[in-house]
């Protein structure tokens, strides 16, 4: 079976004109819903953006013996089974008291989030770049 693939110009106008409002719907409900695809990204990226500037900030806060781990955590909804993560914390000992026995100083364990986001350790304020 051969298809005649030559149309005129008389039908592809009426055909146009018969298919042009509902194309135009069509094209115009396209167009609105990939602006909103558009906006929700823009605004999951600024988020990260925004996620990432926070690590940066709360890391470059941490005392320099600070020990970095990766961990996974349960959100603690009763239907949720996930670990979620990675999220990075630090940890790190501080001194409470100590006496002239060198042997009576007290330690305590410190916590401290850092986030989604583990900066490169380039970007530490007030590391050298050697």
């Known amino acids: 079976m ?3 693939m030559s149309v005129n110009h008389v039908d592809f106008v009426k055909a146009h004109k018969k298919i042009a409002p509902f194309t135009s719907r069509i ?7 990939a602006d909103r695809r558009m906006e929700h990204h823009r605004r999951l990226i600024k988020g990260m953006k925004d996620a990432e500037a926070s690590s940066i900030q709360r890391f470059n806060a941490l005392p320099r013996n600070a020990t970095i781990r990766k961990e996974y955590v349960k959100c603690g909804k009763n239907d ?5 993560g ?3 914390y630090a940890y790190w ?3 409470i008291s100590s006496s002239d026995n060198q042997s ?5 364990l ?15 304020t007030g590391e050298s770049q050697d």
Not at 27 to 33: F, G
Not at 80 to 84: I, P
Not at 104 to 108: M, R, Y
Not at 110 to 124: A, Q, V
């Open 110 to 124: 410190k916590k401290k989030y850092i986030g989604s986001y583990l900066p490169d350790n380039e970007r530490r």
């Open 104 to 108: 009576a100083t007290i330690w305590k």
């Open 27 to 33: 094209i115009a409900k396209a167009l609105v819903e």
């Open 80 to 84: 949720c089974e996930m670990s979620h």
């Open 93 to 95: 000992k501080e001194r």
């Open 2 to 4: 051969v298809l005649n």
């Open 86 to 88: 990675p999220y990075y």
